[in-house]
């Protein structure tokens, strides 16, 4: 049994056993990858996968109890080497975040300007992605640190510490009629076409709600990935925006008015994840608690230990 057959095996779960893509995935044939199966279920005495003549349909009961431990083992296997790059170059090296637009534009680059100052040698690099593109990114070890408000506090695998709490504003191009309503409700938005965000992203799911507990049908005439879309859109007079209120810069969006409706919609609470039992290097940790003071590293290994 060797390192490379237990990658094959986790690559052929990923890969929903194609073995042309486990080969592509890991630099070598679809015949290494078809021997490397075969000698390892010689070696072990069981068959790992259901075939259909030569094709792969998936694992057998025995295949998937190993790869728990595959997943495992490969695991461990990156956090030995991680622990070593720790000793032998301290403020060098690799941290990959991955932070949905909201955050990456709006919440982090201010972290990531103090960061680069403290280690000008790590290399960061930074994914923008959806949500569930952060999530399968940790699980899959190509990211240290996700950044995201939905998604990440409910996956079992992931760790998953508070960052902020946030709320959605109304903006309106200046002069707008909303501004002269001292306490905005919802009947008074829904007199306007309105422009947001995509369903499953930056709360939108919070925006919605309300107006359906209260039987109110707004007109979303558009949605879109990002704040300086929706409020391109509102600027252009196509209806109000509904975004992130950290969104707002008073002195880029001269031309707009930001309405606090706090009382209409509930809070949003940001997360950073981990994925439990990844190895961090001291920058990685130090990295989170530029984020947050209150997230030092002994409070993180602390949760990942109680979770």
């Known amino acids: 049994m060797n390192f490379q057959q237990l990658r094959i095996i986790r690559e052929a779960a990923r890969c929903n056993f194609n073995l042309t893509e486990v080969g592509n995935a890991l630099f070598t044939s679809q015949s290494g990858v078809s021997k490397h199966i075969k000698d390892l279920e010689d070696e072990l005495g069981v068959e790992l996968f259901i075939r259909k003549g030569k094709r792969l349909l998936g694992l057998t009961d025995p295949g998937r109890e190993l790869l728990v431990f595959v997943e495992r083992i490969l695991l461990d296997a990156n956090n030995i080497k991680n622990l070593v790059e720790q000793y032998s170059h301290r403020d060098e090296g690799q941290l990959t975040v991955v932070a949905t637009h909201t955050q990456a534009r709006y919440a982090l680059p201010q972290v990531i300007n103090e960061f680069k100052k403290s280690f000008p040698k790590v290399h960061l690099k930074l994914h923008q992605a959806g949500p569930s593109e952060i999530v399968t990114m940790l699980l899959n070890g190509e990211a240290d640190i996700g950044v995201a408000t939905e998604a990440l506090h409910d996956v079992t695998k992931l760790d998953s510490f508070p960052y902020y709490s946030w709320h959605h504003a109304v903006v309106v191009p200046v002069g707008h009629p909303l501004e002269r309503i001292k306490t905005l409700t919802l009947e008074a938005l829904a007199e306007y076409p309105i422009v947001t965000y995509h369903e499953g992203l930056t709360g939108r799911a919070k925006i919605d ?46 031309d707009l008015r930001l309405l606090k409706c706090d009382h209409l919609f509930e809070s949003n609470t940001t997360y950073i994840a981990l994925r439990r039992g990844h190895y961090l290097r001291s920058f990685a940790y130090r990295f989170i608690e530029l984020c947050s003071p209150k997230l030092t590293e002994e409070v993180i290994r602390a949760g990942i230990v109680l979770n």
Do not use: H, Q
């Not at 990935?225 to 810069?249: C, P, R």
């Open 209 to 254: 709600r309300p107006f359906a507990d209260t039987g109110i049908a707004p007109d979303i005439v558009m949605s879109a990935l990002d704040a300086d879309v929706i409020k391109t859109y509102v600027e252009l007079g196509m209806g109000i925006g509904i975004i992130a209120s950290m969104a707002f810069n008073p002195a880029k969006d001269a």
